[in-house]
């Protein structure tokens, strides 16, 4: 089992980062990546530029820089992957040392590795100065279905309790011996998620009971939230602004020569 | 199955975007009639429940491991419409909060593992147990043979959607190989697991298994694992496989697959998606075409595929299920691997 | 002298699938007191305490929250008057905060605001878990949570209190933790719990329930001595235990 628990994320502070209304934050990001996904490859400069803006972010944000290193190692599977790709690409080829690579799949794997690396590193700043119940509610202003954001937040309040029971059932199922190695010996483990299931399920309709002994009749009540003045929208999206400048600036660049 | 970021140009990855959103919406509305307010908690608990099954590492051989990825198993135990909804809160959340799968990816994944994997999953169960004359014991093998598909075709979504906007310099029938042939391998792991777990909740309440309710299947099944039937289904998925290898993609390349089982040792088997199928906007460069030329083959041949599946693993299913006769034990739930040699 | 806080007449009530767990129970809470409701696992109990907010609907018999009887149309208003605090605080508290759970009681009667927060304040308080506001509740422990979802309720500002088996599984420090809480909030309490000696300690009176019904009414300390009633009602004191020589916390 992994140790992906959603507490773990949030470094707390009292940066501008921090403070600053979470949907500010998610448009920041979904403009930064959006303008780094379309940055061509072969823009080295612009990538630079782009990274610079994140680690400005996360400069602003106070974050140690450990947390940004240790994170980006979710990526390295996809690292991985890109590497095949100057060996299992078409077009023109090009030696390289006793190797004849293709130079598309040269060109995508470093698009990747750079878009990648960018994009999950401005992420991790969203959200290590942002706490999760903050993320709800920056999605529930930016109009997300209340059904959908309803349901993120009794997955995020209870993720870690099923994360919980579970584990309790493969230490009293290792206690017993049980350490599976090959797909036929499964089984005990598939039958504990499936009554992890019906009792989550069970938990889902008694967590109802409570939510009506406390008058609720089927809408989430408002609870209130940071509102956003000029300044902080001015401030949330000048570096994604810059990042844009800088994808189309690549792209016309690009295009010209 | 988590596409990140850089994968497909900003244009494939924006009409993603606006697919999910129309497909989750139109799930939403089906969602909000069939839920009363009642479900909304449950559907939560059943959203933290498909995210910590996903973390779990299901052994494969040797003490490597795989991950399920949920869709039809979210369909079979919640309706294919509130099924949509928890995988997509999943795929969001995991996005957001975890940096697995891109944020602007994020239309892609949703479609690959929400929308396609929960629908599929979903016809595809209903097929092959209103086929199988609606048992308890129908439900556990379409539990199985719809999980294979919804992964297989969740699989597939990704390759059509490489040849529109991936716009690489790897050939879309490497993709395709490379990819629908790793998942329809780990399709049978998926549809293993997902068995054995509706027959879990199958024999404690069957009133929680949305497919069984649905189909006026009431009656709890002994939970056993029938090494036939298991075989029989191993069997299949391989034959399946092999057969795509063979013959719809002779010419490709095999690098990938090693690549994919790279990952499984990793213990991120269901993240392989995005492997070597990486593509950008590669102007001036002549990668026209490839999208052209594939996206009609892509989908009938995964369609072709999961049809034979389907048909195949069922009547092998049945055919190792007949000598045993119908199961109506009472429920017996911490059983499932009676056959498995003693614990110490 | 007023209505009782809680009353309960002739209540019945069959599960759909067919168990019959309540057979005419009757029971009242006067305003000020501080009640428990003894009995084994399985004789009604949590049955009967979904019938007090009306989550349950009796088959025969009636309910009434400081006089106004339970119905469809007072759902609301019972709901505000009785604060039930359920036996798992993780099914209490859902949110994803400790300030949004205990805020959620309120905003669901059109509190908001500086009000809202004066009162998320003020129950947190009472409970001595100032300070925990913007916690996720999975990071406190279960004495720490048993005494937020007491919060939960308070801020609702409720006529009862009904505590369903609030000291199982708690360690002897949060124990007493909340006993000092729910004797400092010196509100009317109806307390579910097997737990004899807490019983004792909290509850001047106490009820019996078994099969279903009411099968004792008393002051604690005299139930509790009554060796053939507990044997008959599968209750037991803890070893070496003298209910007649345990201090209490009753006032007055």
């Known amino acids: 089992m992994t140790g992906a628990r959603t507490a773990s994320l949030y470094v707390p502070g009292t940066s501008p980062v921090h403070r600053m209304p979470a949907h500010l934050k998610l448009i920041a990001l979904v403009v930064l990546i959006g303008a780094v996904v379309a940055t061509p490859p072969q823009a080295v400069l612009a990538f630079a530029v782009h990274a610079g803006l994140v680690v400005l972010a996360a400069a602003f944000a106070r974050l140690p820089p450990g947390v940004l290193g240790r994170r980006l190692l979710v990526e390295v599977p996809f690292v991985v992957f890109a590497l095949a790709l100057p060996f299992a690409g078409g077009g023109p080829r090009v030696p390289v040392g006793p190797l004849t690579l293709s130079v598309a799949g040269l060109w995508a794997a470093w698009g990747i590795l750079a878009k990648a690396t960018v994009c999950v590193a401005a992420s991790i700043v969203l959200t290590a100065t942002t706490a999760v119940p903050e993320l709800l509610g920056g999605l529930t202003r930016l109009r997300v279905p209340a059904l959908l954001t309803s349901v993120a937040g009794f997955m995020v309040r209870y993720v870690d309790v099923l994360t919980d029971e579970l584990h309790r059932r493969r230490v009293a199922m290792a206690s017993r011996g049980y350490q599976p190695r090959w797909a036929w010996q499964a089984g005990p483990l598939a039958a504990s998620a499936g009554t992890l299931f019906v009792r989550s399920y069970e938990r889902g309709e008694r967590v109802y009971d409570a939510m009506v002994s406390r008058g609720f009749t089927g809408r989430m009540p408002d609870l209130g939230g940071q509102r956003a003045t000029a300044l902080t929208w001015a401030s949330a999206l000048a570096l994604p602004v810059v990042a844009v400048a800088v994808a189309t600036t690549a792209t016309l660049v690009g295009g010209a020569g | ?344 | 002298m007023s209505a009782p806080s809680l009353e309960v007449s002739g209540l019945t009530y069959t599960y759909p699938d067919g168990t019959a767990v309540l057979h005419g129970v009757d029971l009242h809470v006067h305003p000020g007191e501080r009640v428990a409701l003894l009995g084994p696992n399985g004789a009604g109990k949590t049955t009967l305490v979904l019938h007090l907010n009306g989550i349950l609907t009796p088959d025969a018999g009636r309910v009434s929250i400081a006089g106004l009887e339970v119905r469809a149309d007072t759902l609301a208003e019972v709901r505000r008057r009785v604060g039930v605090v359920f036996q798992d605080p993780d099914d209490q508290l859902f949110m994803t905060t400790v300030g949004a759970d205990v805020a959620f009681g309120p905003a669901n009667y059109g509190v908001r605001g500086a009000e809202l927060a004066d009162r998320v304040a003020a129950a947190l308080d009472d409970v001595g878990m100032a300070g925990v506001v913007d916690r996720p509740p999975h990071h406190l422990s279960l004495g720490e949570r048993r005494r937020v979802a007491l919060a939960t309720v308070l801020a609702m500002h409720p006529e009862v209190l009904v505590l369903d088996e609030p000291s199982a599984s708690m360690d002897p420090a949060s124990r007493r933790e909340l006993a000092d809480v729910l004797v400092a909030l010196g509100i009317t309490l109806l307390m579910v719990t097997h737990d004899l000696p807490y019983a004792l300690e909290l509850c001047p009176r106490a009820l019996v329930m078994n099969h279903g019904r009411i099968v004792a009414d008393g002051p604690t300390s005299e139930l509790l001595a009554d060796g053939a009633l507990l044997a008959a009602n599968r209750l037991e004191l803890p070893f070496g235990f003298d209910a007649g020589a345990a201090p209490r916390k009753h006032r007055g």
């Open chain 2, 1 to 344: 199955m988590h596409v990140p970021d850089g994968y497909l140009d900003l244009a494939t990855s924006a009409a993603a975007g606006v697919t999910a959103v129309g497909g989750v919406g139109v799930s939403l509305r089906m969602a909000g009639r069939a839920l009363g307010d009642r479900q909304v908690p449950v559907a939560g608990l059943a959203a933290a429940f498909v995210f910590v099954v996903q973390m779990v590492n299901f052994p494969v051989a040797a003490g490597t491991t795989g991950h399920l990825i949920g869709g039809a198993l979210a369909a079979i135990l919640l309706g294919p419409w509130v099924g949509v909804v928890v995988l997509t809160v999943v795929v969001v959340l995991q996005a957001l909060l975890f940096a697995d799968g891109g944020v602007s990816a994020l239309g892609v994944n949703v479609v690959n593992m929400a929308l396609i994997a929960v629908l599929v999953g979903w016809l595809v169960f209903r097929l092959v147990a209103t086929l199988l004359r609606r048992t308890a014991a129908a439900v556990v093998i379409a539990s199985a043979v719809a999980s294979w598909a919804s992964v297989v075709a969740a699989s597939g979504g990704f390759v059509a959607e490489y040849a529109v906007g991936g716009a690489g310099q790897v050939p879309v029938r490497t993709v395709l190989t490379a990819m629908v042939g790793v998942h329809a391998l780990i399709g049978i792991g998926e549809g293993l697991i997902t068995a054995s777990v509706v027959a879990t909740v199958l024999a404690v309440r069957p009133d929680m298994v949305y497919g069984a309710k649905v189909l006026g299947v009431r009656r709890a099944v002994r939970v056993h694992t029938d090494r036939r039937a298991v075989a029989a289904f191993v069997a299949a998925g391989v034959l399946v496989t092999v057969a795509l290898v063979v013959f719809v993609a002779p010419h490709a390349a095999t690098d990938p697959d090693g690549l994919e089982r790279v990952a499984t040792d990793n213990g991120i088997a269901a993240d392989a998606v995005g492997s070597a199928v990486a593509g950008s906007p590669l102007a001036g460069y002549g990668v026209a075409g490839v999208a052209d030329a594939g996206v009609g083959t892509i989908a009938a041949g995964v369609v072709g595929l999961v049809a034979v599946f389907v048909l195949g693993a069922a009547l092998l299913a049945l055919a190792a299920r007949r000598p045993r006769g119908p199961a109506d034990a009472p429920a017996q739930v911490d059983a499932p691997t009676r056959s498995e040699g003693p614990a110490p």
